[in-house]
């Protein structure tokens, strides 16, 4: 099956600090999310971004389908930003599955 | 408010019991999905119901029973759990797969279960 490697697999950050997150995949793939995961366990829903740039606030993504990536860019860091971070990608042909990352856990730090 | 609500939030079963959970999605989705996980580990998809046809089952143990009665509705019965089966359980929803447009899946806050 898919294999999702996401890196790094930690990350502490000064509160005001940028960071980038990298999802890489190893098939292509028609469907892709990012989620935050809340020390709370909840998933929340970031970006749908099989493709091209997405920005919602301090949060934007990129997916470069072509060579089986994908980045998430968090500006400005706020300790509400921490979690864990997960790409989940739905493989071409597959019916509904869907694979999830090893995902980075961010600490921000005030 | 997510739209996809799950009950019990946190279960504390022994071994020989036999519980339920439930998710309840107000999307007006036609898929729904059951995952868990476990410490240190991504989540793994356990079940997929499309259309409330089961269509995906991951080699899930079989004290696991998933049951669909409506495109809302989504259980998952539980009997004679492991200690080992532990984990936050996570349902999500979405438009059912109909071609190459892909869907966006969302999730109910989760189900933390301990199992004694």
């Known amino acids: 099956g898919i294999q999702v490697e996401q890196s790094p697999p930690d990350l502490i950050l000064q509160e005001g600090a940028n960071s980038t997150l990298r999802c890489n995949f190893s098939d292509s793939v028609n469907n892709l999310q990012w989620f935050h995961q809340n020390p709370w366990g909840q998933l929340i829903n970031l970006f749908y971004?099989?493709?091209g740039t997405k920005q919602n606030g301090r949060l934007s993504a990129t997916t470069v389908a072509t060579e089986r990536y994908s980045l998430l860019y968090i500006s400005s860091s706020q300790t509400t930003d921490s979690g864990v971070y997960f790409c989940a990608v739905r493989s071409s042909g597959g019916y509904q599955k869907v694979t999830f990352g090893t995902g980075t856990k961010l600490q921000v730090i005030p | 408010e997510t739209g996809v609500t799950q009950t019990p939030r946190h279960l504390v079963m022994g071994m020989t019991n036999k519980k339920s959970l439930k998710c309840e999605q107000h999307l007006g989705h036609n898929a729904m999905y059951w995952y868990k996980q476990s410490a240190k580990k991504p989540l793994e998809l356990m079940f997929v119901?499309?259309?409330?046809?089961?269509?995906e089952n991951n080699s899930v143990p079989s004290r696991f029973s998933p049951e669909c009665p409506n495109s809302s509705h989504l259980f998952l019965h539980l009997h004679t759990l492991q200690p080992e089966d532990s984990a936050l359980y996570l349902c999500?929803?979405?438009?059912?797969?109909?071609?190459?447009?892909?869907?966006?899946?969302?999730f109910g806050p989760g189900t933390r279960l301990l199992v004694l």
């Open positions: 999500a929803s979405s438009q059912a797969y109909s071609g190459p447009s892909p869907r966006t899946q969302y």
């Open positions: 971004i099989p493709s």
């Open positions: 119901y499309s259309l409330e046809e089961r269509v």
